[in-house]
Antibody
């Protein structure tokens, strides 16, 4: 069964950095766009970033709230997705999900989610 | 950014009831809308994509409809395991925004 497993979360001070990883298995990772979505404690879902696939030149999109601070990347040879988070702020505290994107054009949907990795930004 | 507004924010219903959740977009998104179900302590699951296409494995009691700015998720006959929070998300333009969620209590 296809799965995504995140790692790398933890406690970090404001202004610090953290790198999240996501290991994909049992599907052709390189074919898919991949997202990071986060959820602050007790709150709703917030889309963070997207990595397109090789066919789409690995281009990236970011939410305004993280643009310039976060970098999404991928290594198709390792079936892995990453999120480098710099200049972390208290409001970045959330459970971060790695998510597979299905579809194309304007009919994308997020069809496979990891279990999430918690990031806590606190002094 | 396109704003997605869900209503109601909470809903209490009984087993067997027909339940409808509404999602409104601040501008036209054609049919670029997905619905997700999230149970406590778990990651969301995809229910519906492209407004009305049911994801493989999702029970037939779930259906979606709508276009442009008005969308609905319907559960035709509520089951106890449908207790969850439901989110809509538009994929028409970046950023792909989510609605605020609708908590359904059975």
């Amino acid at each position: 069964e296809a799965q995504l497993v995140e790692s790398g979360g933890g406690l970090v001070q404001p202004g610090g950095s953290l790198r999240l990883s996501c290991a994909a298995s049992i599907f052709t990772f390189s074919d898919h766009f991949m997202d990071w979505v986060r959820q602050a404690p007790g709150k709703g879902l917030e889309w963070v970033a997207r990595s397109r696939n090789k066919v789409n030149s690995y281009t990236r999109e970011y939410a305004a709230s993280v643009k310039g601070r976060f970098t999404i990347s991928r290594d198709d040879s390792k079936n892995s997705l990453y999120l480098q988070m710099n200049s972390l702020q208290i409001e970045d505290t959330a459970l971060y999900y790695c998510v597979r994107v299905q579809g194309g054009g304007d009919s994308f949907a997020l069809d496979l989610w990891g279990q999430g990795t918690m990031v806590t930004v606190s002094s | 950014d396109i704003q997605m507004t869900q209503s109601p924010s909470t809903l209490s219903a009984s087993v067997g009831d027909r339940v409808t959740i509404t999602c409104r977009a601040s501008q036209s998104i054609s049919t670029s809308l997905a619905w997700y179900q999230q149970k406590p302590g778990r990651a969301p699951d995809l229910l519906i994509y492209r407004s009305s296409s049911v994801q493989i494995g999702v029970p037939s009691r779930f259906s979606g409809s709508g276009s442009e700015t008005e969308f609905t998720l319907t559960i035709s006959s509520l089951e106890p395991e449908d207790s969850a929070t439901y989110y809509c998300q538009q994929q028409r333009s970046y950023p792909p925004t989510f609605g605020g969620g609708t908590k359904v209590e059975v």
